[in-house]
């Protein structure tokens, strides 16, 4: 059965890519882009969710980089994507993807320093090129990690945001590199073959046909290994899946960058459960 569902999900994927949401349009009736609304309530309770994998957020601190935004906690480059992704998300696992794994109706948004952090084996961070971790948050990430944790990062562009990545990571594994991964990793073939690294835009610049930002031209499928060379944490360097998740139901969103986006997290999850 399972291997029929992969078989057949590529074309599951891009039937319900078909699929219009209604309020879910960027544009207006006259072509303008929509700026996106925000709900003003704060997030789920923790605990709220049951299942083998639950989808959960990390609420990280943005204080000096970047922006800030409005929204839940006072804002922060965290929210970004915020919840439509992580819903769309759980959706696309649940119901297309065919897989034997319990998913949580709903997904989770904890700060670092969360003691349930350690109930869950993966984590999200989105744009983690504006993150500041402090000593302590560092050491709390070093200890999820070391405990078996996984962190699947997404959405940061250019030289200056991979340059904060990079020394965020120093902080949490200095021992460990963050290094390139070739498509012959297991990662990439845990459950869908994912054969190319494609830059998935926001949903502005591909109806623009644009889909580099920041200078961040060519995109990377970027990891960390332990020493026993099991991946502790996935990097989309230069590439926004959590858009794409976002806007999945919306026919004004490119295919081509909505199921190749699908395809790497289920594959990212699928592998972070299984390893």
Same mark, same amino acid.
């Given at each position: 059965?399972?291997?029929?569902?992969?078989?057949?999900?590529?074309?599951?994927?891009?039937?319900?890519?078909?699929?219009?949401?209604?309020?879910?349009?960027?544009?207006?009736?006259?072509?303008?882009?929509?700026?996106?609304?925000?709900?003003?309530?704060?997030?789920?309770?923790?605990?709220?969710?049951?299942?083998?994998?639950?989808?959960?957020?990390?609420?990280?601190?943005?204080?000096?980089?970047?922006?800030?935004?409005?929204?839940?906690?006072?804002?922060?480059?965290?929210?970004?994507?915020?919840?439509?992704?992580?819903?769309?998300?759980?959706?696309?696992?649940?119901?297309?993807?065919?897989?034997?794994?319990?998913?949580?109706?709903?997904?989770?948004?904890?700060?670092?320093?969360?003691?349930?952090?350690?109930?869950?084996?993966?984590?999200?961070?989105?744009?983690?090129?504006?993150?500041?971790?402090?000593?302590?948050?560092?050491?709390?990430?070093?200890?999820?990690?070391?405990?078996?944790? #996984?962190?699947?990062?997404? !959405?940061?562009?250019?030289?200056? &945001? $991979?340059? %904060?990545?990079?020394?965020?990571?120093? /902080?949490?594994?200095?021992?460990?590199?963050?290094?390139?991964?070739?498509?012959?990793?297991?990662?990439?073939?845990?459950?869908?073959?994912?054969?190319?690294?494609?830059?998935?835009?926001?949903?502005?610049?591909?109806?623009?046909?644009?889909?580099?930002?920041?200078?961040?031209?060519?995109?990377?499928?970027m990891g960390i290994e332990n020493k026993d060379?099991?991946?502790?944490?996935? #990097?989309?360097?230069?590439? !926004?899946?959590?858009?794409?998740? &976002? $806007?999945? %139901?919306?026919?004004?969103?490119?295919? /081509?960058?909505?199921?190749?986006?699908?395809?790497?997290?289920?594959?990212?999850?699928?592998?972070?459960?299984?390893?």
């Amino acid at each position: 059965m399972i291997r029929i569902f992969k078989v057949l999900l590529p074309a599951l994927l891009l039937a319900a890519l078909l699929i219009p949401t209604v309020g879910q349009r960027p544009f207006d009736d006259f072509g303008n882009f929509r700026q996106r609304r925000r709900p003003t309530s704060a997030p789920q309770p923790a605990g709220a969710s049951v299942g083998e994998f639950t989808f959960v957020r990390t609420i990280y601190e943005s204080p000096t980089r970047g922006y800030r935004r409005r929204g839940y906690y006072g804002g922060g480059t965290w929210t970004t994507d915020y919840p439509e992704a992580d819903n769309n998300f759980i959706v696309g696992l649940r119901e297309w993807a065919g897989t034997n794994l319990k998913i949580a109706p709903r997904p989770e948004a904890l700060e670092i320093l969360d003691d349930r952090i350690f109930d869950y084996p993966i984590i999200y961070i989105v744009e983690p090129g504006f993150m500041e971790l402090s000593t302590e948050q560092a050491a709390r990430l070093r200890e999820y990690i070391m405990r078996g944790g #996984f962190i699947f990062l997404d !959405d940061f562009w250019g030289e200056y &945001e $991979w340059q %904060n990545v990079q020394e965020q990571f120093q /902080k949490v594994v200095p021992e460990y590199e963050i290094k390139n991964l070739p498509l012959s990793h297991p990662i990439f073939h845990s459950y869908l073959d994912v054969e190319e690294v494609v830059q998935v835009p926001n949903v502005y610049n591909a109806q623009r046909g644009i889909t580099s930002e920041k200078g961040g031209v060519i995109p990377y499928y970027m990891g960390i290994e332990n020493k026993d060379g099991r991946l502790v944490a996935f #990097f989309a360097r230069n590439s !926004d899946l959590g858009d794409a998740w &976002e $806007w999945i %139901n919306d026919p004004a969103y490119p295919v /081509k960058y909505g199921l190749p986006a699908y395809k790497v997290g289920i594959n990212v999850v699928i592998y972070a459960m299984s390893h």
